[in-house]
Nanobody, 115 residues
Framework: QVQLVESGGGLVQAGGSLRLSCAAPGIIFRNDIMGWFRQAPGKQRELVATITSGGSTNYADSVKGRFTILRDYAKNTVYMQMDTLKPEDTAVYYC?????????WGKGTLVTVSS
């Protein structure tokens, strides 16, 4: 089964930065929308950021100005640079590839922001 592989999560103090990576082994990027979602304990999964094949980006209001989503076609990888992290950013972060009616997910990477 095809799956995305996230990495880069960890423990960081408030105000710090992390860079998440999402590798797509065996998948060739086409006209896909790549996205990052997150799920905090006791909460529903929510959209954080998306990027289209043309490079258009969209962000949740809560992360605008702090997070940046990037995609590297040569490396078949999507990144999310997270700056000025806040305790409320603590969650499991999931990478998503959306192609037509198909969605591919990774297993997630945990980000913990201490106050």
């Amino acid at each position: 089964q095809v799956q995305l592989v996230e990495s880069g999560g960890g423990l960081v103090q408030a105000g710090g930065s992390l860079r998440l990576s999402c590798a797509a082994p065996g998948i060739i990027f086409r006209n896909d929308i790549m996205g990052w979602f997150r799920q905090a304990p006791g909460k529903q999964r929510e959209l954080v950021a998306t990027i289209t094949s043309g490079g258009s980006t969209n962000y949740a209001d809560s992360v605008k100005g702090r997070f940046t989503i990037l995609r590297d076609y040569a490396k078949n990888t999507v990144y999310m640079q997270m700056d000025t992290l806040k305790p409320e950013d603590t969650a499991v972060y999931y990478c998503n590839l959306h192609r037509g009616s198909m969605d591919i997910w990774g297993k997630g990477t945990l980000v913990t922001v201490s106050s």
